[in-house]
Structure formats: C-alpha cells, structure tokens
C-alpha cells in the first residue's frame, strides 16, 4: 500500500503540470461546495442572529386576544386574568432547557414621560430582579436595581441605549429626575443589550417583534407599578433558554401552561399566553435560502463530475504510456490485483490532492466574498472531510476502468507494444 502511494506521487511530480490541469476539476467542484456550503452555514447563523439577537435565547411570552398582543395603554383591564404567582414562575423554571424566568410588566406607549423639555414615547416595563440577566441585559453606567429599591418601592428607574439617546442626547443620565405621570423618578443607571445585535425592522411583524428594544425602554422596580398603573395588570413572562434551538419548545410549553392556569372560565374568548416563536421563522427564511443554495450545489457537483471524467482521461492515457512497464510486473509475477491497486491509488492520491487544494481554495474564496460583499460565512469543517473523502472516491471510481484495464493487459503484448 505505501508502495503504491510512493509510486502515485513519483508519477504526479513526474508530469507536474499535466496533474495539476487533471486535478484542476475536481479543485474547482470542492472549492465551489466548500464557498457554497460556508456561505449557507453564515447566512443561517445571521438569519437566526437577526431575529433572535446574538447570544439572548429569550422567549417572551405575551396576553394576547385573537391572536394580537393585549395592549393595556388601549384597552380596559381583562377580567379574569389571574395574576402569575412565584408559584406558577417555579412552574415555568422546571420546564427543560429553561435557565431561569422573570415576570414584567410593559406599557407600549409611554404617556406624559419628560425630562425637561425632552418628551419620551417609547416604552415603561415594570421588571423583577431576574428581568436584565434573563433578557441578555449588561450593566453600562451607574447600578442596577437593588433589593431595598424594591422592598421600600423607590421611585428610581433605569434607561436603555434608546431611551437615554432620546432623553439624554449622550450625557450622564444617572442622578437626573424623570417625570412620569405626574410622579418623579430618579434614574439609576444605564443598560445595553449584551450583543452588538440591532434589529432591522422592514414590516408590521417586525415591529411587534423588535418593539423591545426599537423604541426605547425605560425600566421601573415591579413594586414601584402601582404608582403609575394598576397593580393588577397581566404580565408577560421572559424565559431564558439554554440555546437557540430551545426556544420554539419552550415557548409552546409556557404558553400552554399559562393559558391553562391564569385565565378563568369566566373570561371573554379570544384570550391566551403566546410565545415569540422566532426560531420557526427563522427556519423558515433559512429553508428558503437553502432552496436556492442546493441548486448551487448540485452545479458544483456537475465540476466534480466532469474533474472525474478529466481523472479518468489522463488515467487511460497513462495506462497507454506505461504498457511496456506494466507487462514487464507482469511478467515478473506481479498479479492483476496488484496492477489494479496501483492504478486505483494513483488515481486516488491525484484527486485527494485536489480534494485538498480545493479545500484551501474554498476557505480563502470564502474569507474573500465575507470580506469583498461584507456577508457572513462559516466554515464547516464535516463538509470540508466529507469533500476530502468524496474527491478519492471520485479518483477511485473514475479510476476504476483504467486500473481494470492495466489489470488485463497481455505481458506478452505488452512487452512488444513500442
């Protein structure tokens, strides 16, 4: 066997150029699958990083009538909406792949919020102490909430990059009073998502999806909401999931849960819990993407085939070249299966080489269309094994017929052949 293989590559550097045009083909088809395939990977990882943000996995889940978020700045207070005790948050925490849960209250539209002159239309969310670590929120300037904030009910509150940016115009916010309805609160400090995700926001859905953090928020201790609003509102719940892929499960199993426990019989219709399911629409864009993406690469599978033929082309040429050489084995003793796997590993070694070169091509040409077209790839390393070992298949099937007919070459003949 490593005879065979000494023998492949003194043949290769023997006929320099007219190996590299052989292996030129199959060089081109895997560096093409390496670029297509790290590409789709990249596009998948944005598609889902755009809906989700890089690194949250928070699941949010909303009262809802008919399908639509309940809005309270609008609309009365529903009866018969039990409010969520600890009770049913340890409920939530107990469901799988579920880190930890916090219970919150938003207002949409935030009424007769000023600083100064500075009117703020964004949004009000009366948190519990789990709200920023669950939904992927970072400290940036002053302090968070402290446990007597929430045991004395301290009118004191905390911006988010938006609401400060309106309000604030980029200077030191901490220290300063806010006017909330006709109540002052202090604020405290300054959070910011800990991603640098921003959310493109192109349609309706868009919006609902990313109003959390599109419009600005501003944070309020939980026990401080009775100052402004009812204290008996519905909350919504954050959950936080241990990845990604966990979400869309989580997010239906809470929303049964609170469906199930917090609305009573006596509610009108058309009520219910309901989860952001992001990931299903995440792979719903990545499925449409990645039907575009495989007629791609059944065209560089089309490279590889025909880097095959070129394979067994040069392989019957050598085959003709070495007649004499291969009667003289023969007529030493040398049997046809011995014949046979020197020929198939040459051709083996000529397209694992190009499997190889083609892999490096690949993942330069995908570094260079990330940087030129400023679009994300990843690379995939079983796709880059899978290539490698598919290209020696390629050598070895192409090969076949070359190898088989060395095999059963005439010494006799062979040996006369000039």
């Given at each position: ?7 492949a590559?003194q ?7 007219r190996?590299?045009l052989?292996m030129?083909?199959i060089?081109?088809?895997?560096a093409s699958?390496?670029?297509?395939v790290?590409?789709i990977?990249g596009?998948?990882e944005?598609i889902?990083?755009s809906l989700i943000g890089?690194?949250?996995n928070?699941?949010r889940i909303?009262?809802c ?6 809005d309270?700045?609008w ?8 409010p969520?005790?600890e ?6 925490a ?7 849960v916090s219970l ?6 935030a009424e007769?919020?000023y600083?100064g002159?500075q009117?703020?239309?964004g949004f009000?969310?009366g948190?519990?102490?789990r709200?920023?670590?669950t939904?992927?929120?970072?400290l940036?300037a002053g302090?968070?909430?402290t ?5 004395t009910?301290r ?10 940016s309106t309000?604030?115009a ?6 300063t ?6 109540e002052?609160?202090?604020v ?18 868009d919006?609902y ?5 599109s419009?600005g928020i ?5 026990t401080?909401?009775?100052?402004l609003?009812l204290f008996?509102?519905p ?13 869309t499960?989580?997010?239906q ?17 058309g ?6 399911d992001?990931?299903?629409?995440a ?7 990645n039907?575009s ?9 089309i490279?590889l085939?025909v880097?095959?033929?070129g ?5 019957l ?11 003289l ?9 011995r ?8 051709a ?11 892999v490096?091509a690949?993942i330069g ?5 990330s940087?030129v077209?400023e679009?994300p790839t990843s690379?995939?390393?079983p796709?880059?094994?899978?290539a490698v070992?598919?290209s ?8 076949l017929?070359p ?11 062979a040996?006369?052949r000039?």
């Amino acid at each position: 066997m490593f005879e065979n293989i000494s023998l492949a590559f003194q043949s290769v550097k023997s006929h320099k150029l007219r190996s590299f045009l052989t292996m030129l083909g199959i060089i081109i088809g895997i560096a093409s699958i390496i670029t297509i395939v790290s590409t789709i990977k990249g596009t998948n990882e944005q598609i889902k990083q755009s809906l989700i943000g890089a690194g949250n996995n928070a699941v949010r889940i909303r009262l809802c009538q008919d399908n639509y978020e309940y809005d309270f700045s609008w609309n009365p207070l529903p009866e018969g909406i039990i409010p969520i005790s600890e009770e049913t948050r340890q409920e939530l925490a107990k469901i799988e792949h579920v880190s930890d849960v916090s219970l919150y209250y938003v207002r949409n539209y935030a009424e007769n919020v000023y600083y100064g002159d500075q009117s703020f239309n964004g949004f009000l969310y009366g948190i519990d102490q789990r709200y920023f670590p669950t939904s992927g929120y970072g400290l940036r300037a002053g302090r968070l909430f402290t446990e007597e904030d929430y045991r004395t009910c301290r009118k004191v509150c905390i911006l988010d990059r938006a609401a400060w940016s309106t309000l604030y115009a980029g200077s030191d916010p901490v220290g300063t009073t806010i006017e909330m309805r006709g109540e002052s609160f202090t604020v405290v400090g300054i959070v910011d998502l800990n991603s640098s995700f921003e959310a493109k926001i192109e349609t309706v859905s868009d919006y609902y999806n990313f109003m959390d953090t599109s419009g600005g928020i501003i944070f309020l201790p939980s026990t401080t909401w009775p100052i402004l609003f009812l204290f008996d509102e519905p909350q919504h719940v954050a959950l936080k999931a241990d990845s990604p892929d966990d979400m869309t499960a989580i997010g239906q199993k809470a929303s049964k849960l609170l469906s199930e426990t917090q609305i009573s019989s006596s509610t009108e219709t058309g009520f219910s819990y309901k989860g952001e399911d992001l990931m299903e629409r995440a792979e719903q864009l990545q499925q449409l993407s990645n039907a575009s993406n495989t007629q791609l690469l059944w065209i560089a599978g089309i490279s590889l085939l025909v880097g095959g033929i070129g394979v067994m082309n040069i392989m019957l040429v050598t085959v003709t070249e070495r007649t004499q050489e291969i009667g003289l084995k023969k007529a030493l003793g040398a049997r046809k299966n011995r014949i046979l796997r020197q020929f198939l590993t040459e051709a083996g070694v000529l397209t694992g080489l190009g499997g190889l070169l083609g892999v490096i091509a690949g993942i330069g040409l995908a570094k260079l269309i990330s940087t030129v077209l400023e679009t994300p790839t990843s690379i995939s390393i079983p796709a880059i094994l899978i290539a490698v070992v598919f290209s020696m298949l390629i050598g070895i099937v192409f090969g076949l017929l070359p190898a088989v007919k060395a095999s059963r070459l005439d010494p006799i003949v062979a040996l006369r052949r000039e």
